[in-house]
């Protein structure tokens, strides 16, 4: 991962594995030995499962966010935005494997690639939980000795996958006074990078960042976790874990500020973030070439305003959030 360690939009990627083996993706089952069929098949079977989880979550979703309409206001003060898939196109974790195990395997795919796609495989079969993935993911980093330094050549490789319209709606609501919060699972450390390359570079600086938080040594190298931005509020291994949006209250907290969640608004480009999107005005992104994740966010239509990666995505942002203000 990137300078992250961290898993962010691992829910995407799920369905996009998920995607591929459901049957109605792959028409009709490809020849292959008896043994290998009985574990495709196994393996449909908990996808499945996880499929029916989604659906059901984004009848949930539809439920909650109709009792929902009649409480809501145009007037944000927030603007809460993802970081992988969303600020930029690439994924902080993935470009961090790859940059740490750049072995070209047998169809010339850095050995990085197939590690976060191992790892994605085995949250979607059950195997792991998401705030399992970001341990195991972390020490594939610490096994390379990947160090602060190294978050300076995952930037490399995002800043050209940067969002430039984003940023430009996102300057337009600061300079009208609303609060920006860049909200990851991926890590924070990495965030506050992207944040004070984002201050230099386009003059946009997010009030907070939120994420998980590395552990690293003396040296700089990193150590572990300190805390993880997860699934929901619990402990794992002993591990701190906090859902994004209490771990969104919590930094706002400590500075004296006060999430409103009925003037909040989320950006974000899947519903890896439905359970923060159940809660708060969405409006998501959609890419010029999306993922299988990202398209079933848009047909699942889990979102208030979805709105096309194009020209008009700034305008567009602008009037969705600042409206008349304009
Ligand atoms: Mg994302």
């Not at 009037?319 to 008349?324: E, V």
Request: charged share 25%.
């Amino acid at each position: 991962m990137s300078g992250t360690g961290l898993f962010s939009h691992l829910g995407l990627t799920v369905v996009h594995f998920l995607f591929d083996k459901l049957p109605f993706f792959s028409m009709r089952l490809p020849k292959m030995p008896r043994i290998l069929k009985a574990k495709f098949i196994r393996s449909k079977l908990a996808s499945a499962r996880l499929l029916g989880g989604l659906v059901r979550n984004s009848l949930t979703f539809k439920i909650k966010r109709r009792a929902l309409r009649r409480f809501r206001t145009r007037e944000f003060d927030t603007v809460i935005v993802d970081m992988d898939g969303t600020l930029f196109s690439t994924d902080a974790n993935l470009e961090a494997l790859s940059m740490l195990y750049p072995e070209a395997n047998a169809e010339g795919r850095a050995a990085g690639e197939d590690l976060y796609d191992s790892i994605i495989s085995k949250i979607a079969s059950g195997e792991y939980t998401i705030e399992r993935a970001i341990v195991e993911g972390n020490k594939f980093l610490i096994a390379k000795k990947m160090s602060r330094q190294d978050f300076s050549s995952i930037l490399a490789k995002v800043e050209p996958t940067i969002k430039k319209k984003l940023v430009g709606a996102l300057k337009s609501m600061k300079a009208s006074g609303k609060k920006l919060v860049l909200a990851t699972l991926s890590s924070k450390d990495f965030g506050d990078v992207l944040n004070s390359h984002l201050k230099e570079k386009y003059s946009l600086g997010f009030d907070f960042v939120v994420g998980t938080k590395l552990r690293f040594d003396q040296g700089g190298l990193i150590s572990g976790l300190e805390s993880i931005v997860g699934t929901k509020d619990f402990e794992f291994e002993g591990i701190p874990v906090r859902s994004k949006l209490t771990a969104i209250r919590e930094a706002m907290a400590q500075s004296g500020a006060w999430l409103d969640i009925n003037k909040s608004l989320l950006i974000t480009d899947s519903y890896g973030d439905i359970d923060l999107a159940k809660t708060l005005v969405t409006v998501l992104i959609r890419p010029k070439s999306p993922s299988v994740a990202q398209k079933v966010s848009y047909r699942l239509k889990l979102a208030d305003y979805i709105l096309k990666d194009d020209k008009d995505l700034q305008t567009n942002l602008e009037s969705i959030i600042l409206g008349s203000e304009k």
